[in-house]
Protein backbone atom coordinates (compact mmCIF):
# COMPACT_ATOMS: atom_id res chain seq x y z
CA UNK A 1 0.00 0.00 0.00
CA UNK A 2 0.89 3.46 -0.51
CA UNK A 3 -0.48 7.08 -0.35
CA UNK A 4 -0.16 10.12 -2.15
CA UNK A 5 -1.36 13.96 -1.27
CA UNK A 6 -2.68 16.69 -3.53
CA UNK A 7 -3.32 20.15 -3.35
CA UNK A 8 -4.69 22.52 -6.15
CA UNK A 9 -6.03 26.05 -5.99
CA UNK A 10 -7.43 28.13 -8.82
CA UNK A 11 -8.80 31.71 -8.73
CA UNK A 12 -12.67 32.46 -9.31
CA UNK A 13 -13.60 34.85 -12.53
CA UNK A 14 -17.26 36.26 -13.06
CA UNK A 15 -18.72 34.28 -15.57
CA UNK A 16 -16.76 31.09 -16.07
CA UNK A 17 -18.13 27.89 -15.57
CA UNK A 18 -17.68 26.42 -12.19
CA UNK A 19 -16.79 22.78 -12.51
CA UNK A 20 -15.61 21.17 -9.25
CA UNK A 21 -14.65 17.70 -8.58
CA UNK A 22 -16.70 16.83 -11.89
CA UNK A 23 -19.57 18.10 -11.25
CA UNK A 24 -20.84 21.67 -12.68
CA UNK A 25 -21.83 24.07 -9.93
CA UNK A 26 -24.82 26.81 -9.82
CA UNK A 27 -22.41 29.50 -9.38
CA UNK A 28 -21.86 33.25 -10.95
CA UNK A 29 -18.45 32.59 -10.63
CA UNK A 30 -15.42 29.69 -11.82
CA UNK A 31 -12.11 28.62 -11.61
CA UNK A 32 -9.62 30.26 -14.17
CA UNK A 33 -7.15 28.15 -15.46
CA UNK A 34 -5.71 26.74 -18.83
CA UNK A 35 -7.44 23.58 -18.33
CA UNK A 36 -10.96 23.87 -17.00
CA UNK A 37 -9.48 24.74 -13.44
CA UNK A 38 -11.60 21.98 -11.96
CA UNK A 39 -8.58 22.02 -8.71
CA UNK A 40 -11.03 19.07 -7.03
CA UNK A 41 -9.77 17.01 -9.69
CA UNK A 42 -6.51 18.41 -10.02
CA UNK A 43 -6.04 17.63 -6.59
CA UNK A 44 -6.64 14.04 -6.64
CA UNK A 45 -4.86 13.63 -9.84
CA UNK A 46 -2.05 14.91 -7.41
CA UNK A 47 -2.68 12.47 -5.17
CA UNK A 48 -3.19 9.74 -7.31
CA UNK A 49 0.17 10.06 -9.23
CA UNK A 50 2.04 10.88 -5.67
CA UNK A 51 0.70 7.32 -4.47
CA UNK A 52 1.95 5.64 -7.59
CA UNK A 53 5.41 7.44 -7.98
CA UNK A 54 4.27 9.09 -11.47
CA UNK A 55 4.69 12.43 -11.93
CA UNK A 56 2.29 15.27 -11.06
CA UNK A 57 -0.78 16.80 -13.02
CA UNK A 58 1.90 20.24 -14.35
CA UNK A 59 4.48 17.73 -15.56
CA UNK A 60 1.92 15.21 -17.35
CA UNK A 61 -0.62 17.93 -18.69
CA UNK A 62 2.23 21.25 -19.14
CA UNK A 63 -0.25 24.74 -19.01
CA UNK A 64 2.07 25.42 -21.85
CA UNK A 65 0.67 22.77 -24.04
CA UNK A 66 -2.63 23.55 -26.73
CA UNK A 67 -3.82 20.20 -26.04
CA UNK A 68 -4.99 20.84 -22.41
CA UNK A 69 -5.91 23.91 -23.39
CA UNK A 70 -10.02 24.02 -21.87
CA UNK A 71 -9.65 20.36 -21.09
CA UNK A 72 -12.07 18.15 -19.22
CA UNK A 73 -10.28 17.35 -15.71
CA UNK A 74 -12.33 14.31 -15.57
CA UNK A 75 -10.17 13.44 -18.80
CA UNK A 76 -6.95 13.93 -17.54
CA UNK A 77 -8.12 12.05 -14.11
CA UNK A 78 -9.18 8.46 -16.75
CA UNK A 79 -5.52 9.39 -18.61
CA UNK A 80 -3.98 8.99 -14.54
CA UNK A 81 -5.60 5.96 -13.34
CA UNK A 82 -5.08 4.09 -16.83
CA UNK A 83 -0.78 5.19 -15.86
CA UNK A 84 -1.31 4.15 -12.45
CA UNK A 85 -2.76 0.77 -13.62
CA UNK A 86 -0.02 0.14 -16.40
CA UNK A 87 2.45 0.11 -13.01
CA UNK A 88 -0.03 -2.04 -11.46
CA UNK A 89 -1.72 0.35 -8.71
CA UNK A 90 -5.42 0.10 -7.65
CA UNK A 91 -7.15 3.22 -6.05
CA UNK A 92 -8.06 1.85 -2.37
CA UNK A 93 -10.00 5.58 -1.16
CA UNK A 94 -9.84 9.18 -1.37
CA UNK A 95 -10.30 11.71 0.75
CA UNK A 96 -10.47 15.40 -0.16
CA UNK A 97 -10.89 19.02 1.69
CA UNK A 98 -12.53 21.74 -0.32
CA UNK A 99 -11.44 24.78 1.26
CA UNK A 100 -13.61 28.09 -0.50
CA UNK A 101 -15.85 30.95 0.64
CA UNK A 102 -17.29 30.13 -3.04
CA UNK A 103 -19.71 27.89 -4.47
CA UNK A 104 -21.13 25.63 -1.63
CA UNK A 105 -19.88 22.12 -1.58
CA UNK A 106 -22.55 20.89 0.80
CA UNK A 107 -25.31 20.55 -1.82
CA UNK A 108 -22.70 19.08 -4.55
CA UNK A 109 -21.29 16.87 -1.98
CA UNK A 110 -23.05 13.31 -2.76
CA UNK A 111 -22.82 13.82 -6.61
CA UNK A 112 -18.72 14.89 -6.60
CA UNK A 113 -18.17 11.35 -4.65
CA UNK A 114 -19.95 9.26 -6.84
CA UNK A 115 -18.12 11.37 -10.05
CA UNK A 116 -14.43 11.32 -8.86
CA UNK A 117 -15.72 7.69 -7.56
CA UNK A 118 -16.50 6.66 -11.21
CA UNK A 119 -13.88 8.01 -12.58
CA UNK A 120 -11.35 6.03 -10.46
CA UNK A 121 -13.38 2.81 -10.45
CA UNK A 122 -14.16 2.51 -7.27
CA UNK A 123 -16.86 2.81 -4.83
CA UNK A 124 -19.11 5.69 -3.53
CA UNK A 125 -18.29 5.03 -0.08
CA UNK A 126 -14.77 5.20 -0.83
CA UNK A 127 -14.59 8.39 -2.18
CA UNK A 128 -15.11 11.32 1.02
CA UNK A 129 -15.58 14.82 -0.03
CA UNK A 130 -15.17 18.03 2.39
CA UNK A 131 -16.56 21.98 2.16
CA UNK A 132 -14.51 23.83 4.98
CA UNK A 133 -14.94 27.80 4.68
CA UNK A 134 -12.16 30.09 5.92
CA UNK A 135 -13.76 32.04 8.58
CA UNK A 136 -13.53 35.09 6.51
CA UNK A 137 -9.37 34.87 6.28
CA UNK A 138 -6.71 34.91 3.96
CA UNK A 139 -6.49 35.13 -0.01
CA UNK A 140 -9.23 33.00 -0.90
CA UNK A 141 -11.68 34.88 1.78
CA UNK A 142 -14.85 36.06 -0.22
CA UNK A 143 -14.89 33.67 -2.68
CA UNK A 144 -11.63 34.76 -4.68
CA UNK A 145 -10.53 31.14 -5.21
CA UNK A 146 -10.72 27.63 -4.30
CA UNK A 147 -8.38 25.37 -2.61
CA UNK A 148 -8.44 22.08 -2.36
CA UNK A 149 -6.62 18.62 -0.44
CA UNK A 150 -7.06 14.95 -1.44
CA UNK A 151 -5.01 12.06 -0.06
CA UNK A 152 -5.35 8.83 -2.13
CA UNK A 153 -4.72 5.04 -1.26
CA UNK A 154 -3.32 2.63 -3.90
CA UNK A 155 -2.69 -0.72 -3.34
CA UNK A 156 -0.83 -2.91 -5.96
CA UNK A 157 -2.27 -5.61 -7.85
CA UNK A 158 -0.29 -8.95 -8.42
CA UNK A 159 0.96 -9.25 -11.65
CA UNK A 160 -1.24 -11.75 -13.43
CA UNK A 161 0.97 -14.86 -14.49
CA UNK A 162 2.28 -14.69 -18.27
MG1 LIG B 1 -4.87 23.11 -11.22
Not at 1 to 11: I, S
Not at 86 to 107: L, S
Amino acid sequence: MRVGLGFDVHRLEAGRRCVLGGVELPHPAGPVGHSDGDAVLHAVIDALTGAAGLADVGSLFPDDDERWKDADSAALLTAVVGLAADEGWRVGNVDVVIATEGPRIAPARDAMRARIAALLGIAADAVNVKGKTLEGLGALAGGTGVAAQAICLVTRVPAEPR
